[in-house]
């Protein structure tokens, strides 16, 4: 069973940092994709970020700039860096990793990040 443990989430103001990071307990080279997912409160969870097998990465409109997915195969965790954090990036991110075969996608149990004003 893949287990994906998000960690590094908080209370910070609108203008700072976070780092985020998602412990794999399996090897992410073998991944299609790893990505990071946020739900804000009473809205649809929206995607974030991607980092494929390529070391190709993606990032919804909103964050590009600002944000940062990495890996580290070695240690099988993804990170997160997000900067210039405002209270509309407050919400639960979630990691989140995607296989080869049939597209299996697996997730964390989140970890908040709110940003006061």
């Known amino acids: 069973q893949v287990q994906l443990v998000e960690s590094g989430g908080g209370l910070v103001q609108a203008g700072g940092s976070l780092r985020l990071s998602c412990a794999a307990s399996i090897s992410i080279s073998s991944m299609r994709a790893m990505g990071w997912y946020r739900q804000a409160p009473g809205k649809q969870r929206e995607w974030v970020a991607t980092?494929?097998?390529?070391?190709?990465?993606d990032y919804v409109d909103s964050v590009k700039g600002r944000f940062t997915i990495s890996r580290d195969n070695v240690k099988s965790t993804v990170y997160l860096q997000m900067n210039s954090l405002q209270p509309e990036d407050t919400g639960v991110y979630y990691c989140?990793?995607?296989?080869?075969?049939?597209?299996?996608?697996?997730w964390g149990k989140g970890t908040l990040v709110t940003v006061s004003s």
């Open positions: 980092s494929n097998s390529g070391d190709n990465t």
């Open positions: 989140n990793a995607r296989e080869w075969v049939y597209g299996t996608q697996y």
